[in-house]
């Protein structure tokens, strides 16, 4: 393929052997009245309270298939809200994705051609391929390139407790610990399948940067309390933004710090029971899965379980373990 081809569209990925049933506790927005936008990009609106203040910017359907973020930002824009510092632009990234979901098949729908939350490195962002989601975020560059804080709308396929992930460095903590809901703040350095939008340059390099973003997992894909907790997670960046009036949370977040990320070295990567995302394993050895003949064991007492994913194909991120460090500031 040359330089500057673009390929041609593939179809969405089949879902994952052995999937068991999702319920579908909530139905997509519709977001048609939100995809002009008035940014020039597509499907993102900056609403702009004329008063000084920062550029905060929230993000949903990275993924085509998690759209309680999109909920979200739907309702806010559908009750015509105005920041009362600052500008606050809400958008909704991988719409060709989530046009192609179907209650039938929920899975499928998570990207077109590849995971948009792989692609945040300045080697994809400014070369020469191509594909339906890197083109997508060079549109949205420019405005998360503007943004002071930004909010990454996720929700998770397993049961998982809600919570958030800053990258790494202290600026996407401090702000997760500034946010404070939900109440579990995770740092970690990402996937080796590519950089996440928390990993951008923007927020993770240079001194001289003040820009910070997370992302918030608020719970499982299309249950209604995801949907509350998204709702909660966005009002408490704008509470802290100085964008409304809200009081702050009333806990101090837990902190853990991801040690280890397992990742799949074959099709043949299963766990020894169902964990739960949250979840605790109290002592090292404690063999939690199998990845072919290899044992995968825990290195060390007292880890936490990061978003353990129970169907994995080679390449992918199993589980992340996390240390617990209640001294964090």
């Known amino acids: 393929m040359s330089s500057g081809q673009k390929p041609e569209p593939q179809p969405c990925p089949p879902p994952q052997a052995g999937l068991p049933d999702f319920a579908l506790g909530v139905t997509p927005p519709d977001l048609t009245p939100y995809l002009t936008g008035n940014t020039g990009v597509h499907g993102f609106t ?48 991988n719409l060709a994705a989530f046009a192609q979901f179907d209650p039938e098949n929920p899975t499928a729908s998570r990207y077109v051609e590849e995971d948009m939350n792989r692609v945040w490195d300045d080697y994809q962002l400014f070369g020469v391929r191509h594909s339906a989601e890197l083109d997508r975020a060079r549109e949205i560059l420019p405005l998360v390139d503007t943004t002071d804080m930004l909010l990454d709308l996720h929700t998770m396929l397993w049961p998982a407790d809600p919570s958030l992930l800053c990258g790494a460095g202290p600026r996407g903590r401090d702000l997760a610990f500034a946010i404070g809901t939900p109440g579990q703040v995770i740092a970690d350095a990402g996937h080796v399948g590519g950089k996440r939008l928390i990993d951008y340059g923007r927020f993770t390099e240079g001194a001289e940067q003040n820009a910070a973003c997370v992302l918030v997992e608020a719970g499982q894909h299309w249950h209604p309390n995801a949907v509350t907790q998204s709702r909660a997670t966005l009002r408490s960046l704008l509470r802290h933004a100085g964008m409304l009036d809200a009081p702050p949370p009333d806990h101090k977040p ?34 939690i899965a199998h990845d072919g003949e290899a044992e995968i064991t825990t290195p060390e007492d007292n880890l936490m379980l990061v978003m353990p994913s129970l169907r994995v194909s080679h390449g992918q991120t199993a589980v992340r373990l996390a240390r617990p460090e209640p001294d964090a500031p």
Request: proline share 5%; aromatic share 10%.
């Open 254 to 287: 837990s902190f853990a710090q991801v040690i280890q990320t397992i990742t799949a070295r074959s099709n043949r990567f299963h766990f020894t029971r169902p964990y739960r995302g949250g979840e605790f394993v109290r002592r090292a050895g404690t063999i």
């Open 46 to 93: 900056t609403l702009d309270s004329h008063q000084p203040g920062p550029h905060v910017l929230a993000v949903s359907l990275i993924h085509g298939n998690e759209f309680a973020g999109a909920i979200v930002l739907a309702e806010l824009l559908a009750t015509n809200f105005r920041p009362k510092h600052g500008r606050l632009t809400l958008g909704f990234a």
